[in-house]
């Protein structure tokens, strides 16, 4: 009979085990699908930026900013280049009453219905440095009158028709023209590469903010952990009374309150997880890992090197150049629309026309034409003074202002070096208290399982190792976003020493 239940038991749970290793080959079979959908990216801080540069939204961004100036700056520049444009005017109808005259000399009304149909090529040429622009006209028109009992049709030939445009005693808005745009030109690549390094500045802090938002996760973690122990033990302890009531009520609050404190940094990194994938173009949903520079690099800067470097790269400068040159140029276009102005046209042209269009290019007429305008301002009621006078005084607040924006900038550009020499040795010295605070921490937790420190003191341990481990990983962000904002303000690598240059990868 024993015999008889061993063998029943031993075919039962023969059975069960099979049933379980099918499972557990199923389970086994899904694992690498289930792993693959979970795809896991790790990143140090140098990888991450790279990351962004080449796949952010700011940088696709940055790209097409880049492409529309260049492609501004070519436009620019080939207007300056001879242009030939082609016009046509396809046939119209006109049927109309107009006035006509006679060869008296008097006007009569006549009833008109014709079709007109032209064309031509013109090619222009500017001449930049006076300020001029030459034309050369080749063209052909064509009218067909319809008339009681007469048709006709009449062609218009002008082979070449050369003019000349040329102002006189006024601001050759050419010129200034041109010297903005070097200046545009000259700064176009260092624009980019501010941007590119805004970007680095913002994905260093989004790549600490995770880790910060990991490391609190961890942490709280792990002060749920140790309350939970804290707490059973001080049940234990008031069983048999070697605590007060006021000790246990103080632990299970602690606990209470690392579980809440759980709850808001898990929600916490999840939102900053979600702002990561975005901030850095980042598509799925995929495992991140960040592993931050935990030593700073050993820098010494000096600040007017660092000054120089500013106000030899960095865009802001270009512009303050050109606002005073926007100034000036205003300045300069009063002046002269309220002087004395005259303007010189000067053509020459052979023309024709007959029945026949072969019979409209021979014997052709010349066409000269030599035009100059000239305007004096008498009285204007103090007009032209008041002009004058307030675009000098737009002159002189854009070269105020803008010489403060370049102190301000000079200020900046000085502290954040001399801001930087500092924060290395305060990391240092932060990592150095988060050392001590985590041993400390775990002191007071073996101290108290053996009772030799009250609850308040290990307490204030635990505080102690949470503050200083925040002190320390906000001390490294403070420190590469730093790092990335004079980077930023100065295009200039501290740590590699030498310039930054960006260029855009098509």
């Known amino acids: ?22 499972r557990l080959i199923f389970l086994f079979l899904l694992l690498p699908a289930f792993l693959y959908s979970q795809e896991s990216i790790e990143f140090n801080l140098d990888d991450c930026i790279k990351y962004a540069i080449r796949n952010s939204p700011a940088a696709k961004s940055a790209k097409a900013s880049y492409k529309a100036r260049s492609s501004r700056i070519n436009a620019f ?16 109808l006109e049927q109309e009453i ?24 013109t090619l222009t040429q500017k001449i930049a440095p006076l300020g001029s622009q030459f034309t050369v006209f080749s063209g052909l028109s064509r009218i067909d009158l319809f008339s009681t009992g007469n048709n006709r049709s009449t062609w218009l030939a002008n082979p070449v028709s050369i003019s000349y445009n040329q102002p006189i005693f006024t601001y ?42 990991k490391m609190n996760l ?18 234990g302890r008031f069983e048999v009374g070697r605590i007060a009531e006021n000790d246990l009520l103080q632990s299970e609050l602690a606990y209470l309150n690392a579980k809440n ?34 030593i700073v690099p050993t820098l010494e800067i000096d600040e007017e090197f660092a000054v120089r470097q500013a106000m030899e790269n960095n865009p802001d400068i270009k512009n303050i150049e050109i606002d005073n040159l926007r100034a000036a140029i205003n300045l300069k276009a009063s002046e002269s629309n309220n002087g004395i102005n005259a303007n010189l046209i000067a053509s020459y042209g052979l023309n024709n026309s007959a029945d026949l269009l072969p019979d409209a290019y021979r014997d052709l007429s010349t066409n000269q034409r030599l035009n100059l305008t000239l305007q004096v301002p008498v009285f204007q009621w103090g007009r032209g003074s008041s002009e004058i006078e307030a675009a000098l005084e737009d002159k002189n607040r854009t070269e105020i202002n803008n010489e403060l924006q370049k102190k301000n900038l000079e200020i900046e550009v000085r502290y954040q070096a001399l801001r930087l020499n500092q924060l290395i040795r305060q990391v240092e010295i932060s990592a150095k208290a988060d050392t001590i605070a985590a041993r400390r921490f775990e002191v007071a937790i073996n101290r108290y399982y053996v009772g030799k420190i009250d609850l308040n003191s290990f307490f204030i341990a635990q505080n102690e ?38 260029l855009l990868d098509n």
């Open 465 to 502: 190792k949470d503050s200083a481990f925040q002190s320390y990983i906000q001390m490294l962000k403070t420190f590469w976003t730093s790092y990335y904002n004079l980077r930023r303000q100065t295009l200039y690598d501290f740590i590699s020493d030498k310039k930054i240059v960006h």
């Open 77 to 92: 520049n080939a207007g300056y280049l001879p242009q030939l444009n082609l016009t046509a005017s396809l046939p119209g």
């Open 218 to 235: 961890r942490n709280a973690e792990q002060n749920i952990g140790v309350n939970d122990t804290l707490n059973t033990i001080s049940k």
């Open 261 to 294: 404190a759980y709850e808001r940094a898990l929600l916490d990194y999840r939102q900053v997880m979600e702002e990561f994938s975005v901030t850095l173009g980042i598509s799925g949903n995929s495992q991140i890992q960040v592993n931050p520079p935990l």
């Open 98 to 121: 107009v006035p006509v005259t006679q060869g008296v000399g008097s006007d009569e009304f006549q009833y008109r219905s014709q079709y007109y149909s032209s064309g031509g090529l």
């Open 1 to 22: 009979m024993l015999t008889f239940i061993i063998c029943k038991w031993i075919k039962i749970i023969s059975k069960q085990g099979i049933k379980i290793m099918k």
């Open 172 to 213: 050759n808005a050419m010129k200034w023209e041109i010297k903005v745009q070097d200046i545009r030109e000259q700064m176009n690549d260092n624009e980019y590469s501010t941007a590119i390094e805004n970007i680095s500045m913002s994905t260093a802090q989004i790549f600490f903010d995770l880790y910060i938002a």
